[in-house]
């Protein structure tokens, strides 16, 4: 016993302060069916010259139409995952300029009623030092985010629209999209501005982000100076990850 | 040698080349799908910004008596915040922090966490080029409150293609005081935390 309690505390005695840390991959899009446990793993990696204590847990999040994310306790949120994850490691030491792989286990609930996709977080973070400082202080750390979405195999409902294609100023654009399915989707896709005569003047790409399940999704387009002033149309071509083309097309004077 | 016999010579070498493996190979890189945040600082010890003017009651009260301003008396290994994302979707950091832990004779009243303010590149003179420019495909904020919520500071769609700095450190963070703060000491955990959903 004494002897454990030496190693542990040698061990602990040689973990520095750092706060350096990276994960790859930064999500993970798994499909189970319900009571099927699905095993991945995520590689946690250090740039850092020392060994780095390391925390994993799990977390809710939710998402605004802006695509702001807010973090929540787990099991706060509607279409939660964040309890069927189960890490190998909760704790463990990142070796300098090295690596670790944590294990990841999500089991879905043997629950016929769950349908779509579900989602969480897994936060890695830097464990800070006590504090030492004197007066006020300001002890920093760093933390990355492992996104987790989880299908129910056989549930999926794809759907999606482009509500809205509007100019809010003479240089801004926004679209609204809504996904009416139960899965996550990705956009992808671009915004073609076209003169007069039909001719492709410029392209805005849209912006590799995610729409939650049965929400909405605003983004905004800000034109790029060497858009000159004058007539134009806006063309929408927005992919939707699970197949399909939202289109839609806007008249818009450029001041 | 005879002009005759020179091209089927020369096809037999090139089968034999390719025969015994030797001509044609390829060469296949995969690059991680990854994000990765650090704050820069060598040594061992705390990534830590401190205001210890416990000591320098003068310059605590040339603050209060002027803009209210104080600033770092000492930064420890925060020289600057980098980010790596080799990905094209949508990344963010974000920035959250613990309350205020108070130690001293009073209660800890007159300081509170929204007093703690980052200015991005105040007195570092750090510019980030980790957003390629205000626009489509990102943004940042030019400064922030420390608060227990968490808070995006900075986004970004694309890879960074390598490190690349978000423009402040420990040297532009200072704190609002009015005069009204018990004396003691004051700490908070901050935590920089990076995401790509």
Same mark, same amino acid.
């Not at chain 2, 037999?12 to 296949?28: K, M």
């Given at each position: 016993?004494?002897?454990?309690?030496?190693?542990?505390?040698?061990?602990?005695?040689?973990?520095? !302060?750092?706060?350096?840390?990276?994960?790859?991959?930064?999500?993970?899009?798994?499909?189970?069916?319900?009571?099927?446990?699905?095993? =991945?793993?995520?590689?946690?990696?250090?740039?850092?010259?020392?060994?780095?204590?390391?925390?994993?847990?799990?977390?809710?999040?939710?998402?605004?139409? @802006?695509?702001?994310? @807010?973090?929540?306790?787990?099991?706060?949120?509607?279409?939660?995952?964040?309890?069927?994850?189960?890490?190998?490691? *909760? *704790?463990?030491?990142?070796?300098?300029?090295?690596?670790?792989?944590?294990?990841?286990?999500?089991?879905?609930?043997?629950?016929?009623?769950?349908?779509?996709? !579900?989602?969480?977080?897994?936060?890695?973070?830097? @464990?800070?030092?006590?504090?030492?400082?004197?007066?006020?202080?300001?002890?920093?750390? =760093?933390?990355?985010?492992? =996104?987790? !979405?989880?299908?129910?195999?056989?549930?999926?409902? *794809?759907?999606?629209?482009?509500?809205?294609? !509007?100019?809010?100023?003479?240089?801004?654009?926004?679209?609204?999209?809504?996904?009416?399915?139960?899965?996550?989707?990705?956009?992808?896709?671009?915004?073609?501005?076209?003169?007069? @005569?039909?001719?492709?003047?410029?392209?805005?790409?849209?912006?590799?982000?995610?729409?939650?399940?049965?929400?909405?999704?605003?983004?905004?387009?800000?034109?790029?100076?060497?858009?000159?002033?004058?007539?134009?149309?806006?063309?929408?071509?927005?992919?939707?990850?699970?197949?399909?083309?939202?289109?839609?097309?806007?008249?818009?004077?450029?001041? | 040698?005879?002009?005759?016999?020179?091209?089927?010579?020369?096809?037999?070498?090139?089968?034999?080349?390719?025969?015994?493996?030797? /001509? +044609?190979?390829?060469?296949?890189?995969?690059?991680?799908?990854?994000?990765?945040?650090?704050?820069?600082?060598?040594?061992?010890?705390?990534?830590?910004?401190?205001?210890?003017?416990?000591?320098?009651?003068?310059?605590?009260?040339?603050? +209060?008596? /002027?803009?209210?301003?104080?600033?770092?008396?000492?930064?420890?290994?925060?020289?600057?915040?980098?980010?790596?994302?080799?990905?094209?979707?949508?990344?963010?950091?974000?920035?959250?922090?613990?309350?205020?832990?108070?130690?001293?004779?009073?209660?800890?009243?007159?300081?509170?966490?929204?007093?703690?303010? +980052? +200015?991005?590149?105040?007195?570092?003179?750090?510019?980030?080029?980790?957003?390629?420019?205000?626009?489509?495909?990102?943004?940042? #904020?030019?400064?922030?409150?420390?608060?227990?919520?968490?808070?995006?500071?900075?986004?970004?769609? /694309?890879?960074?293609?390598? #490190?690349?700095?978000?423009?402040?450190?420990?040297?532009?963070?200072?704190?609002?005081?009015? /005069?009204?703060?018990?004396?003691?000491?004051?700490?908070?955990?901050?935590?920089?935390?990076?995401?790509?959903?």
């Amino acid at each position: 016993m004494y002897r454990v309690l030496l190693a542990l505390l040698t061990a602990m005695s040689t973990v520095a !302060y750092a706060a350096d840390i990276g994960i790859s991959p930064p999500r993970h899009e798994l499909v189970a069916t319900a009571g099927e446990t699905v095993v =991945t793993t995520v590689t946690v990696l250090t740039t850092a010259t020392l060994d780095q204590q390391v925390t994993g847990e799990t977390s809710d999040w939710t998402m605004d139409i @802006a695509g702001g994310t @807010a973090f929540l306790a787990t099991g706060s949120v509607q279409h939660s995952a964040a309890g069927w994850i189960e890490l190998d490691a *909760a *704790a463990f030491v990142l070796p300098a300029r090295g690596s670790r792989d944590v294990r990841l286990s999500v089991t879905v609930p043997p629950d016929p009623g769950l349908d779509g996709t !579900y989602h969480a977080m897994v936060f890695f973070t830097v @464990a800070p030092p006590p504090s030492e400082a004197r007066g006020v202080g300001v002890i920093t750390t =760093t933390r990355v985010g492992l =996104t987790v !979405y989880v299908t129910v195999a056989g549930t999926e409902r *794809a759907g999606s629209e482009l509500v809205d294609l !509007y100019q809010t100023d003479g240089r801004e654009l926004r679209a609204v999209i809504l996904n009416t399915g139960n899965t996550v989707m990705r956009l992808s896709g671009e915004i073609q501005l076209r003169d007069e @005569a039909g001719a492709v003047r410029h392209r805005l790409e849209v912006p590799d982000v995610p729409v939650m399940r049965e929400s909405e999704r605003e983004l905004t387009f800000t034109l790029p100076n060497e858009v000159e002033a004058g007539f134009y149309v806006a063309l929408a071509l927005i992919q939707d990850s699970r197949g399909g083309l939202l289109a839609g097309e806007l008249p818009l004077e450029v001041p | 040698m005879h002009r005759s016999l020179r091209s089927p010579l020369i096809a037999c070498l090139l089968l034999a080349g390719w025969a015994s493996g030797q /001509g +044609v190979h390829d060469v296949t890189v995969r690059i991680p799908d990854m994000i990765a945040i650090r704050i820069v600082g060598s040594g061992d010890g705390p990534r830590a910004v401190v205001f210890d003017y416990e000591d320098d009651v003068t310059a605590y009260v040339a603050a +209060v008596l /002027g803009d209210g301003r104080l600033f770092p008396t000492d930064v420890r290994r925060f020289s600057d915040v980098e980010v790596n994302s080799t990905r094209r979707g949508r990344w963010s950091v974000q920035v959250v922090a613990t309350p205020l832990a108070y130690a001293g004779p009073g209660s800890g009243d007159g300081l509170a966490l929204g007093d703690v303010r +980052v +200015v991005r590149g105040s007195r570092s003179g750090l510019a980030q080029d980790a957003i390629a420019s205000q626009g489509n495909a990102g943004w940042y #904020w030019a400064d922030w409150q420390l608060s227990t919520t968490t808070q995006a500071i900075a986004s970004r769609t /694309g890879a960074t293609r390598g #490190w690349r700095s978000l423009g402040f450190n420990g040297l532009d963070y200072e704190v609002a005081v009015r /005069g009204d703060e018990d004396p003691g000491s004051y700490t908070t955990t901050v935590t920089y935390l990076l995401t790509s959903p």
